[in-house]
């Protein structure tokens, strides 16, 4: 399931909301188009309701990793496929749940910006951590346990960051979207070393959207992954927080209204397989 983020317009500050799966974003205040580069862990927060007797900057940010893909694994005689969506807490603490559950999904997250003044808590976890702990998962459901593992890959998976907010009062720490107390302080918490405040190097960047060979608006769908310049006919996708040329080609077609569908043109290379019929052919492509 897709999250669902706010985020503030890069160039005017307006609210502006998007899927976990958008890339571009088009202000309804200023009318400016957004590229989003995803290069690093991403960084969520929970919508909070802390009260306002508590100072933002008391707000302490808990990591939760966050895992979503899909594992494909070649075991015995079977290939099974497994659709994760899953949260684990990124420190080992006794006060907090190990999951999220569901309500990343079910909230309008926010990314992580430096208008949060609180001390996020450093996580344990690494993305490899997290990997193995959804190839665990994957296992506990699989139906060939105890054969023989072929292959397993992970097609399409994104791991992420979501803190939940904390906060303390009268000694005792209460979850901040809910308001509800979750039990006494625990040393962690008062450890200054435990935690960090925001650092610029998280903050999202936003390209604009415009054609860097001759400065025309690009264009594509919320979801594009390559942009398009009709003003001098060249198609576009983000590398290294810039936009380099993809180079494009189209069977063209005799009627005028005709809609082109695209289709990603990749060249492989393979050895040690014998190619013979269409089959093997097909096998490796
Ligand atoms: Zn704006
Ligand atoms: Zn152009």
Redesign the pocket.
């Known amino acids: 399931m897709n999250l669902s983020i706010n985020h503030s317009c890069p160039s005017c500050g307006a609210p502006i909301q998007m899927k976990e799966v958008d890339r571009l974003t088009t202000c309804v205040f200023c009318e400016v188009k957004n590229y989003m580069v995803v290069d690093s862990l991403q960084r969520f927060v929970l919508p909070d309701k802390v009260p306002e007797q508590i100072a933002r900057e008391d707000i302490i940010y808990f990591p939760y990793m966050r895992f979503k893909g899909n594992i494909f694994s070649c075991q015995g005689r079977e290939v099974e496929s497994k659709v994760l969506d899953t949260t684990h807490k990124g420190l080992d603490v006794a006060l907090l749940s190990s999951t999220l559950g569901v309500r990343p999904q079910a909230m309008k997250v926010h990314l992580v910006d430096d208008n949060l003044s609180g001390r996020f808590v450093r996580r344990k976890d690494t993305a490899v951590t997290i990997l193995q702990r959804a190839t665990l998962l994957a296992e506990a459901f699989s139906q060939s346990e105890g054969e023989t593992l072929f292959h397993r890959a992970f097609i399409g998976e994104t791991v992420s960051c979501v803190y939940l907010p904390l906060y303390i009062k009268d000694g005792i720490v209460y979850d901040g979207v809910l308001n509800r107390a979750l039990g006494e302080v625990e040393p962690w918490m008062e450890d200054e070393k435990s935690t960090v405040r925001y650092r610029q190097e998280w903050k999202t960047k936003f390209l604009a959207t415009i054609?860097?060979?001759?400065?025309?608006d690009?264009y594509g769908e919320n979801d594009s992954l390559i942009l398009h310049?009709?003003?001098?006919?060249?198609c576009w996708a983000e590398k290294s927080s810039k936009f380099v040329r993809v180079p494009y080609s189209q069977v063209v077609s005799q009627t005028p209204e005709t809609v082109y569908l695209p289709f990603w043109r990749i060249e492989v290379e393979t050895r040690g397989i014998r190619m013979q019929t269409f089959a093997d052919f097909l096998k490796v492509t």
């Open positions: 054609c860097p060979q001759c400065g025309a690009m310049c009709y003003s001098c006919n060249t």
